[in-house]
């Protein structure tokens, strides 16, 4: 409807453009412009479905791209929730395996800690039995060794009391 009003328009526009002095009364142009009128409609008549076709085709098409367009967006948009949605689950799944690996860490810090108290004290016991061991050692050289010496020197008689006497005071 609109397309027919711009098309009067532009047909009765040259004719209110050129009304003002020239005189229509000699001229051929109201003919020319019937005939004109004419053929434009006989145009329209002949071409108008094949242009409908075309436009109703490209409006069509058109429609057809919007579609598979919209259709890419809600797929891309759904896609995207679904990632999201994993993201979600994987923050989740690495807080659960941070707080697993503090856990884990914590316990096996705890056992080593454990394990170093026992091997620290076993070695103190070693230390210890080792350190008695040695004293034991040394006092028995130098029992040894203070026997040697009176049992060796001749001159010298002791009765048991002043030997064990004299055993205590080298011992200390």
């Not at 797929?75 to 990632?83: C, G, I, N």
């Not at 050289?141 to 009765?159: C, M, P, Q, R």
Request: proline residues 1%.
């Amino acid at each position: 409807m609109n397309q027919k009003i711009y098309f009067l328009i532009a047909l009765i526009l040259p004719i209110f453009a050129s009304a003002s002095e020239v005189s229509i009364e000699n001229s051929d142009f109201v003919m020319r412009s019937v005939n004109f009128v004419i053929f434009v409609a006989l145009l329209w008549w002949l071409v108008a479905k094949w242009i409908k076709g075309a436009l109703k085709s490209r409006a069509d098409n058109i429609a057809t791209q919007l579609n598979a367009v919209q259709d890419k967006l809600a797929q891309s948009r759904a896609k995207k929730e679904l990632a999201l949605k994993e993201l979600e689950k994987s923050k989740i799944l690495a807080k659960d395996i941070v707080e697993g690996a503090k856990k884990e860490a914590s316990i096996l810090s705890e056992g080593i800690a454990l394990q170093c108290k026992n091997d620290s004290e076993m070695l103190r016991k070693s230390h210890a039995e080792r350190l008695n061991f040695e004293q034991k050692r040394i006092k028995k050289a130098v029992i040894a060794e203070v026997l040697d010496e009176l049992l060796s020197d001749k001159n010298i008689a002791l009765d048991k009391k002043a030997f064990v006497e004299i055993l205590t005071k080298r011992v200390a």
